[in-house]
């Protein structure tokens, strides 16, 4: 399917951590997608090592910390 992964790190106030939630929730939804066969070559021909397969895809992973300390350079 060749599509990358993005890591983003925010600091936010804990005040604003649901709202941050709700923009992660508005524009990181799953779906899913069809991945196609997979063809393995054998003698000239193209044998099919697996069935298409429905997958999930997109959406986020989240992990909200308390920071005891941080340090601006």
Do not use: H, W
Request: with cysteine; proline share 5%; charged share 20%.
């Amino acid at each position: 399917m060749r599509r990358g992964n993005t890591t983003i790190m925010s600091g936010v106030d804990a005040s604003d951590v649901e709202a941050a939630l709700g923009l992660v929730g508005a524009y990181c939804q799953a779906r899913t997608a069809i991945i196609p066969l997979q063809f393995l070559p054998v003698t000239g021909e193209s044998i099919p090592v697996s069935d298409p397969m429905e997958v999930r895809v997109g959406g986020a992973v989240v992990f909200v910390l308390n920071v005891e300390r941080f340090i601006k350079v």
